[in-house]
């Protein structure tokens, strides 16, 4: 294990039992309510119940999880960080994770040093969720309005240390990761969903009966289920290397965004981007720098499109995106569609690429990329007529020395008038 990443699981791991030891040392939750124990084992017990009755999905999404696996455990644990002492928090929750350890993340082959350093870093959330009710006062009415302020609060904090704790030791071991991408790719909106939920069953279940707990189960494992069945669809329709549309979920966008094109009487563009000499960068420097500069291209593609244009890759270093133009006129298309492609053109010649080496960093530079277009409906109206015309394009810009944009807005069928390609 890298340093770095040994270093800051050793710092979270060792603030976590100086916090619990200050706990015990100077006996700073109370414990000796019966009551309170009660709710801490109706809260494993419910988290227990929840998990056997999604092992199997539960197991299946920590397989396929693309950065960080989140699961709905936070329910519980930050409900456990509501309503009971730091002391009795800490207990459920160690209790919680060794379960999940020994019947899901074990079995999916997960090392027992990240289910350690994954507790830890709930049990400093716990203590911070602490702070914050001791500022806004331990006994905080949640259905008023500073109790809502202090459950707000708690979430916040109890989100963004454990978050950032988490995302810093993947980023650390995954030199080149990026934050958002792994905050993205951890299923955030499940996580936030699951949090609220947590504050719902200390703000309101938990002062009621903990044995309420059970109508939770259902509606979690009926979420998790709706979550995988999400994933998978995902990425059975995602090109692996890049995170784009493949190939036959990108011919089913753009159909739909060509006809929302036609019912507007707007014209649009169908673009096939392909980088040059790129065997070159493979043969040079390696696949992994290959598949750097293709994640790159794939950020700087999605960068350049507005909201409602579909983008994918075709395979190889070859990219496609299908775009609305927003003009009701040829010309005014062509000009858009040309604009566009010369952009990304000119950003792919700027473009460096670093890639990470366990020697020094290696830059790859010197890229450039050909652009074929085809803009509807001069050059077609469907998907397969403005493919091939764009294609025909690609091969006019490669002919005139790649690096180069062109436009066609005639049917491959017909015989292209003189500067049909621009």
């Known amino acids: 294990m890298p340093g770095r990443v040994l270093a800051l699981l050793i710092v979270v791991e060792v603030s976590a039992l100086l916090l619990l030891a200050a706990d015990l040392f100077w006996g700073i939750s109370p414990t000796g309510d019966r009551a309170l124990w009660g709710t801490a084992a109706g809260i494993a017990a419910a988290a227990a119940a929840h998990t056997e009755l999604s092992l199997r999905v539960e197991r299946l999404r920590r397989r396929i999880a693309e950065t960080r696996h989140v699961d709905t455990s ?11 002492p730091p002391l009795l928090a800490v207990a459920t929750v160690v ?28 049990v400093v959330a716990v203590y911070a969720v602490a702070a914050v009710r001791a500022l806004f006062g331990s006994g905080t009415d949640y259905g008023s309005v500073p109790g809502v302020v202090a459950l707000a ?15 810093a030791a993947i980023r650390l071991s995954r030199p080149g990761s990026r934050f958002w991408a792994i905050v993205a790719g951890g299923e955030s909106a499940l996580e936030l969903a699951t949090l609220c939920l947590g504050g719902l069953v200390a703000a309101v279940i938990l002062p009621l009966s903990w044995l309420l707990l059970i109508l939770l189960l259902p509606l ?36 739909e965004l060509l006809e929302t094109c036609l019912g507007r009487r707007t014209t649009a563009g169908v673009l096939i981007l392909d980088l040059d000499h790129f065997k070159e960068v493979n043969d040079q420097h390696g696949h992994l720098a290959g598949d ?45 569609v040309h604009e566009l492609g010369e952009r990304i053109r000119q950003r792919v010649e700027a473009m460096s690429v670093e890639v990470a080496s366990p020697r020094e960093p290696t830059v790859i530079t010197e890229l450039s990329v050909s652009v074929g277009a085809a803009v509807s409906p001069g050059a077609g109206m469907g998907v397969d007529a403005l493919l091939a015309a764009a294609d ?13 944009v062109r436009v066609r807005t005639t049917p491959v069928s017909s015989t292209p008038p003189p500067g049909a390609d621009q």
């Open 220 to 255: 979690l494992v009926l979420l998790e289920q709706t979550t995988l069945i999400r994933v998978l669809e995902k990425q059975a329709s995602t090109d692996t290397k890049t995170g784009l549309l493949n190939a036959a979920a990108w011919r089913e966008r753009a159909r």
């Open 153 to 167: 609060c708690s979430l916040t904090v109890y989100t963004v240390l454990n978050i950032l704790l988490v995302v």
């Open 292 to 336: 750097a500069v293709l994640e790159e291209m794939a950020g700087l593609l999605t960068a350049e499109m507005r909201d409602g244009d579909v983008v994918g890759r075709f395979g190889g270093e070859e990219f496609v995106a299908a775009v609305s133009t927003m003009k009701t006129d040829q010309g005014g298309g062509v000009a858009a």
């Open 95 to 122: 209790a919680i994770y060794g379960h999940l350890f020994l019947r899901v993340f074990r079995p999916a082959g997960t090392p027992l040093y990240r289910q350690v350093y994954s507790t830890s870093t709930v």
């Open 392 to 404: 025909e394009a690609l091969y006019a810009a490669k002919r005139a020395g790649r690096n180069r």
């Open 74 to 84: 936070s329910v519980w644990t930050f409900a456990a960080a509501l309503a009971l």
